[in-house]
């Protein structure tokens, strides 16, 4: 056969290092996924804590304004698009072909390069550290901040073609989940049948597809403007306008704060019926107000920018979609609390979680209404109230639902039980921290603090407020030590979960814990949304097949990492390039010829190895 | 003065101020935007006290129903839970519930865009503010001598009683003016011209200023004041910063002072003098500031010198960016100190 295409032997052992760096199995790269996230979540954390450290007392010397400047560019970077995206992906890549009866996703390889373009990208973009050109002029970039004029080391380079590098596996990852749910259903499993995070993976797959886009472009203007001198955002008199970059940033970041919290919705909705034992009030509605969301996510950006003087029409229509967008997230809320009446309610560490984020997503709601108030946005755009806003969305919101999610999943995806003990003194600790840090900020928005200021003046009365903060921030991080050593705990001597530990109603509970390779024996026929609560829809599954009769599954392949990472060198060749032309088209040139010979293996590549065929039969 | 909408009802507004007020007043702040001292900061704080009335009733509300449930719909022995998938009556109903609170809050602001785009009274002050990293220039069009810009820096100087009308520009990068007590933030953004909301200031007195957007490494450190005048002081500073200063004593470190700041004339400017430089602030009437730096330090002689001796130990400059060199090498301590007493001698009297 002509299909030996690859240089290397296929790996085929099971375990050892290179079956993860060759994995095509969706829980796998689920599990890569989420453990590269709480790397990064660390990481994250302690730029915070040291940020912390810094405003605890007026006039700080601590670390200097543009390590400062650089610790919360980061910061929010790595929050942003390499702690709770990947999280996110974490639990739809383990999950949604449980729960939905599948093996695997639709594009198993195209997977793995999504979750290794997305680390080589985060390598990228923190390995400017090493180069002294950690990225400093925030989050959102703003333009002409990001020019060569006023960005003069590579700093800014590093944060665009990073964030490229992990948009295209970020994009991979939409499409394939799309394909994945609408056709990768067991018989029966209809959509309205589907539980609620595999609607919620759906819609943000879908947000993905769309939202993705206009970042492209805007990072593509930025480096062509950057790197060949072109004109769309720093010339103001030939033309162009810095404004142009927050309407494409925030047309992508307004859908992204829902590629950010539609994942927690979806887990929270999956956790209250378990630990209520009764149906998700109003599912239907539930699911239609995340679409709806998802809709109206793309029509309120403009109120990232209702300072920027865009007039009284702009803001008075933006203010209204922005209100309106309120409307289908009250009709969660409203719902997620009558799945509460008439309930058994047990409080075990997933739905203490869950509870946590519904109490504080909802404060994040409700101060973000206010935003949409231009008077009065007026005051709180660029202060403390508008970070205190968005970590009650993104830390109360979306931080404690997916860990809920980790509490809810662990057994399932590890076989063993996580401490309850350990887990709810972990919520406590997180909970009270979370508060003592974030709900001061509002009144520091109130009493005129600015955010993104290294420091402050004494007489300015930020100081004792302050305090507090940065007192709290060190319960939370306490909170996740207690959270690691849970982990690491239950890795080595967690108690055996067993199939179903929490007398869950969804499909991934029927299979052992965890599951096998192949996933589902046979795959089952779903005849209700609560398969495993339904007496005349039970699904019984016969146990493991022997080896001898296993579905073939696809191998792993070298292609998708070698593509990544040749990918990822280019881009990287692209800042050495700035610097030595020669040695950087050298890097391009060797890394473009890696990436075609990689695209090639790949497409030639059969699905299973032909060793790996032949043993079957 | 009614150009927005305000609630007049003054014990809602009195109980609500207390409420709120009683955990902020602890940690006064003088960039408060709790504390207005313009119609248009009180117009806004009116408006904020709505929103943050209702969302506190809404969230609590939620909270207690929350916790209620909890309570009540604990696991019990022997009691199962009751299988209700929904209800079409309590959905339609808590979708339109949000819609009618959402209204409240809704027209108060539309009515509250509306005011705020609505032409400012005849006598209105016009003042042209600039951004710079990191310092602001402001011009008064007309008020300068011969019907010039009357240009000054850091210290806005406006009168009571009258409308004021800021537009915002920038040199370089996107900046926000922000003066919680008197007005809302608006972006100074290159390539465009912004126009502030107009505000009318209630009382005499000095109001804080920062920048609210992240404007590059010296960010934190780009604040400014705002002096509040009745009209009669105001028109006397207007008539001495176009008079110019007096002529020093001769002998005096003043007299020095005025011929070493020779060197610093290619970027400040003196009104009055033949210091025309305008790459720098505008250093006018430089003794009746209160501060130097863009806000950060006080106006003393001590600080000046050591302000231009170096200011890269008191603002972060990076290398590279347009700003002040540092003058320790250039100039002795003797020409510095009389450089500091002739800006601090540009007073009004």
């Given at each position: 056969?002509?299909?030996?295409?690859?240089?290397?032997?296929?790996?085929?052992?099971?375990?050892?290092?290179?079956?993860?760096?060759?994995?095509?199995?969706h829980k796998?790269?689920g599990i890569?996924?989420?453990?590269?996230?709480?790397?990064?979540?660390?990481?994250?954390?302690?730029?915070?804590?040291?940020?912390?450290?810094?405003?605890?007392?007026?006039?700080?010397?601590?670390?200097?304004?543009?390590?400062?400047?650089?610790?919360?560019?980061?910061?929010?970077?790595?929050?942003?698009?390499?702690?709770?995206?990947?999280?996110?992906?974490a639990f739809f890549n383990f999950l949604v072909p449980l729960m939905i009866g599948a093996r695997?996703?639709?594009?198993?390889?195209?997977?793995?390069?999504?979750?290794?373009?997305?680390?080589?990208?985060?390598?990228?973009?923190?390995?400017?550290?090493?180069?002294?050109?950690?990225?400093?002029?925030?989050?959102?970039?703003?333009?002409?901040?990001?020019?060569?004029?006023?960005?003069?080391?590579?700093?800014?380079?590093?944060?665009?073609?990073?964030?490229?590098?992990?948009?295209?596996?970020?994009?991979?990852?939409?499409?394939?989940?799309?394909?994945?749910?609408?056709?990768?259903r067991a018989?029966g499993m209809?959509?309205?049948r589907m539980p609620v995070f595999v609607w919620m993976t759906?819609?943000?797959?879908?947000?993905?597809?769309?939202?993705?886009?206009?970042?492209?472009?805007?990072?593509?203007?930025?480096?062509?403007?950057?790197?060949?001198?072109?004109?769309?955002?720093?010339?103001?008199?030939?033309?162009?306008?810095?404004?142009?970059?927050?309407?494409?940033?925030?047309?992508?970041?307004?859908?992204?704060?829902?590629?950010?919290?539609?994942?927690?919705?979806g887990i929270v909705s999956d956790v209250l019926p378990t630990f209520t034992r009764k149906p998700l009030?109003?599912y239907?509605?539930?699911?239609?107000?995340?679409?709806?969301?998802?809709?109206?996510?793309?029509?309120?950006?403009?109120?990232?920018?209702?300072?920027?003087?865009?007039?009284?029409?702009?803001?008075?229509?933006?203010?209204?979609?922005?209100?309106?967008?309120?409307?289908?997230?009250?009709?969660?809320?409203?719902?997620?609390?009558?799945t509460?009446?008439?309930g058994s309610?047990i409080?075990k560490t997933p739905m203490?979680f869950a509870?946590?984020?519904?109490?504080?997503?909802?404060?994040?709601?409700?101060?973000?209404?206010?935003?949409?108030?231009?008077?009065?946005?007026?005051?709180?755009?660029?202060?403390?109230?508008?970070?205190?806003?968005?970590?009650?969305?993104?830390?109360?919101?979306?931080?404690?639902?997916?860990?809920s999610g980790i509490y809810y999943w662990f057994p399932k995806i590890s076989g063993k039980m996580l401490?309850e003990?350990?887990?709810?003194?972990?919520?406590?600790?997180?909970?009270?921290?979370?508060?003592?840090?974030?709900?001061?900020?509002?009144?520091?928005?109130?009493?005129?603090?600015?955010?993104?200021?290294?420091?402050?003046?004494?007489?300015?009365?930020?100081?004792?407020?302050?305090?507090?903060?940065?007192?709290?921030?060190?319960?939370?991080?306490?909170?996740?030590?207690?959270?690691?050593?849970?982990?690491?705990?239950s890795?080595?001597?967690g108690e055996p979960a067993g199939d179903n530990p929490w007398g869950a109603p969804t499909l991934e509970w029927s299979i052992p814990s965890p599951p096998h390779h192949y996933n589902f024996p046979v795959i089952p026929t779903v005849r209700s949304q609560y398969p495993l609560w339904d007496e005349n829809a039970n699904v019984v599954l016969p146990p493991a097949?022997?080896?001898?009769?296993?579905?073939?599954?696809?191998?792993?392949?070298?292609?998708?990492?070698?593509?990544?990472?040749?990918?990822?060198?280019?881009?990287?060749?692209?800042?050495?390039?700035?610097?030595?032309?020669?040695?950087?088209?050298?890097?391009?040139?060797?890394?473009?010829?890696?990436?075609?010979?990689?695209?090639?293996?790949?497409?030639?590549?059969?699905?299973?190895?032909?060793?790996?065929?032949?043993?079957?039969? | 003065?009614?150009?927005?909408?305000?609630?007049?009802?003054?014990?809602?507004?009195?109980?609500?101020?207390?409420?709120?007020?009683?955990?902020?007043?602890?940690?006064?702040?003088?960039?408060?935007?709790?504390?207005?001292?313009?119609?248009?900061?009180?117009?806004?704080?009116?408006?904020?006290?709505?929103?943050?009335?209702?969302?506190?009733?809404?969230?609590?509300?939620?909270?207690?129903?929350?916790?209620?449930?909890?309570?009540?719909?604990?696991?019990?022995?022997?009691?199962?839970a009751?299988q209700?998938?929904?209800?079409?009556?309590?959905?339609?109903?808590?979708?339109?519930?949000?819609?009618?609170?959402?209204?409240?809050?809704?027209?108060?602001?539309?009515?509250?865009?509306?005011?705020?785009?609505?032409?400012?009274?005849?006598?209105?002050?016009?003042?042209?503010?600039?951004?710079?990293?990191?310092?602001?220039?402001?011009?008064?069009?007309?008020?300068?001598?011969?019907?010039?810009?009357?240009?000054?820096?850091?210290?806005?100087?406006?009168?009571?009683?009258?409308?004021?009308?800021?537009?915002?520009?920038?040199?370089?990068?996107?900046?926000?003016?922000?003066?919680?007590?008197?007005?809302?933030?608006?972006?100074?953004?290159?390539?465009?011209?912004?126009?502030?909301?107009?505000?009318?200031?209630?009382?005499?007195?000095?109001?804080?200023?920062?920048?609210?957007?992240?404007?590059?490494?010296?960010?934190?450190?780009?604040?400014?004041?705002?002096?509040?005048?009745?009209?009669?002081?105001?028109?006397?500073?207007?008539?001495?910063?176009?008079?110019?200063?007096?002529?020093?004593?001769?002998?005096?470190?003043?007299?020095?002072?005025?011929?070493?700041?020779?060197?610093?004339?290619?970027?400040?400017?003196?009104?009055?003098?033949?210091?025309?430089?305008?790459?720098?602030?505008?250093?006018?009437?430089?003794?009746?500031?209160?501060?130097?730096?863009?806000?950060?330090?006080?106006?003393?002689?001590?600080?000046?010198?050591?302000?231009?001796?170096?200011?890269?130990?008191?603002?972060?400059?990076?290398?590279?960016?347009?700003?002040?060199?540092?003058?320790?090498?250039?100039?002795?301590?003797?020409?510095?100190?009389?450089?500091?007493?002739?800006?601090?001698?540009?007073?009004?009297?």
């Amino acid at each position: 056969m002509a299909a030996n295409t690859s240089i290397l032997r296929r790996p085929l052992a099971p375990t050892g290092i290179w079956a993860w760096m060759t994995t095509v199995d969706h829980k796998r790269i689920g599990i890569l996924y989420g453990v590269t996230a709480f790397f990064f979540f660390m990481l994250g954390g302690m730029e915070a804590l040291i940020m912390r450290a810094q405003l605890a007392s007026a006039e700080s010397t601590l670390v200097s304004a543009a390590t400062f400047n650089a610790l919360f560019t980061m910061h929010g970077t790595t929050m942003v698009f390499m702690v709770v995206m990947p999280s996110g992906a974490a639990f739809f890549n383990f999950l949604v072909p449980l729960m939905i009866g599948a093996r695997d996703v639709a594009f198993p390889r195209l997977n793995a390069f999504s979750y290794w373009l997305f680390l080589f990208g985060a390598i990228l973009m923190n390995f400017s550290f090493f180069m002294n050109a950690f990225p400093d002029m925030g989050w959102f970039g703003y333009a002409p901040l990001t020019s060569n004029e006023f960005s003069i080391s590579n700093s800014t380079d590093y944060w665009v073609l990073g964030l490229l590098v992990m948009g295209i596996g970020t994009t991979a990852a939409g499409f394939n989940f799309v394909v994945t749910i609408l056709n990768m259903r067991a018989p029966g499993m209809t959509l309205m049948r589907m539980p609620v995070f595999v609607w919620m993976t759906l819609i943000v797959a879908f947000l993905i597809i769309f939202a993705f886009p206009p970042l492209t472009i805007a990072l593509t203007f930025l480096l062509f403007d950057r790197f060949f001198d072109t004109n769309f955002f720093v010339d103001i008199g030939a033309g162009s306008d810095p404004l142009l970059w927050q309407h494409l940033f925030w047309i992508f970041g307004h859908p992204e704060v829902y590629i950010l919290i539609l994942p927690a919705m979806g887990i929270v909705s999956d956790v209250l019926p378990t630990f209520t034992r009764k149906p998700l009030f109003g599912y239907t509605m539930v699911v239609f107000a995340g679409v709806v969301i998802g809709f109206l996510g793309f029509g309120v950006w403009v109120h990232h920018m209702f300072v920027t003087g865009l007039g009284p029409w702009a803001n008075a229509a933006f203010a209204a979609t922005t209100m309106a967008i309120a409307v289908p997230t009250g009709v969660k809320i409203f719902n997620w609390l009558a799945t509460l009446y008439g309930g058994s309610i047990i409080f075990k560490t997933p739905m203490l979680f869950a509870l946590g984020f519904l109490s504080m997503f909802m404060l994040g709601g409700l101060s973000g209404v206010m935003h949409a108030v231009t008077a009065v946005d007026s005051q709180q755009s660029d202060t403390y109230f508008i970070v205190a806003h968005f970590h009650y969305v993104l830390f109360g919101g979306a931080i404690f639902g997916l860990t809920s999610g980790i509490y809810y999943w662990f057994p399932k995806i590890s076989g063993k039980m996580l401490s309850e003990p350990i887990g709810k003194l972990h919520f406590w600790l997180m909970f009270i921290g979370f508060n003592l840090t974030f709900m001061p900020m509002h009144i520091l928005g109130v009493i005129g603090m600015p955010r993104r200021i290294y420091t402050y003046a004494e007489d300015m009365g930020f100081e004792p407020l302050n305090q507090i903060v940065s007192g709290g921030s060190l319960i939370i991080a306490l909170a996740i030590v207690v959270f690691t050593f849970n982990i690491a705990r239950s890795v080595r001597q967690g108690e055996p979960a067993g199939d179903n530990p929490w007398g869950a109603p969804t499909l991934e509970w029927s299979i052992p814990s965890p599951p096998h390779h192949y996933n589902f024996p046979v795959i089952p026929t779903v005849r209700s949304q609560y398969p495993l609560w339904d007496e005349n829809a039970n699904v019984v599954l016969p146990p493991a097949l022997p080896a001898h009769n296993e579905p073939i599954m696809p191998d792993p392949s070298y292609w998708p990492i070698m593509l990544a990472f040749a990918i990822t060198m280019v881009a990287g060749g692209l800042i050495i390039w700035q610097g030595h032309a020669i040695a950087g088209l050298t890097v391009i040139s060797s890394m473009g010829l890696l990436g075609m010979r990689s695209i090639f293996g790949w497409v030639l590549e059969p699905m299973e190895d032909e060793a790996h065929v032949s043993a079957h039969h | 003065m009614a150009r927005f909408l305000t609630f007049r009802t003054p014990i809602l507004k009195v109980a609500l101020m207390a409420l709120l007020l009683a955990a902020l007043s602890a940690c006064g702040s003088p960039q408060s935007t709790f504390d207005p001292k313009s119609d248009v900061a009180d117009s806004i704080l009116t408006i904020y006290i709505l929103v943050t009335v209702v969302a506190s009733i809404v969230g609590f509300a939620v909270l207690v129903a929350m916790v209620w449930l909890l309570i009540k719909f604990r696991a019990k022995p022997g009691v199962a839970a009751r299988q209700i998938h929904g209800n079409n009556k309590l959905e339609v109903a808590w979708t339109i519930a949000p819609i009618l609170v959402l209204l409240v809050i809704g027209i108060p602001t539309m009515f509250w865009i509306e005011g705020s785009a609505r032409e400012p009274a005849p006598d209105v002050l016009e003042v042209e503010a600039i951004g710079h990293q990191w310092w602001f220039e402001y011009h008064y069009p007309g008020l300068g001598p011969d019907g010039t810009d009357l240009i000054t820096a850091n210290e806005l100087i406006v009168p009571v009683g009258r409308d004021v009308r800021v537009t915002l520009q920038s040199d370089d990068v996107i900046h926000s003016f922000w003066i919680p007590q008197l007005v809302g933030k608006t972006d100074m953004i290159p390539g465009r011209t912004n126009v502030l909301h107009t505000f009318n200031v209630y009382e005499v007195g000095t109001y804080y200023g920062q920048c609210a957007e992240f404007c590059g490494e010296a960010h934190a450190l780009m604040r400014f004041r705002v002096h509040a005048k009745t009209t009669s002081d105001f028109n006397s500073w207007v008539a001495a910063h176009n008079a110019g200063p007096a002529t020093p004593e001769p002998g005096t470190a003043a007299a020095r002072g005025a011929l070493a700041f020779a060197s610093c004339s290619g970027c400040h400017a003196v009104s009055g003098t033949a210091a025309q430089g305008r790459i720098g602030p505008d250093l006018s009437l430089f003794g009746e500031r209160t501060t130097l730096a863009a806000g950060v330090l006080e106006n003393s002689d001590q600080n000046l010198r050591a302000w231009i001796s170096d200011v890269r130990s008191f603002k972060p400059i990076p290398e590279g960016a347009r700003f002040m060199p540092t003058f320790n090498a250039m100039l002795d301590e003797t020409q510095i100190a009389d450089i500091s007493a002739y800006l601090r001698s540009l007073t009004a009297e």
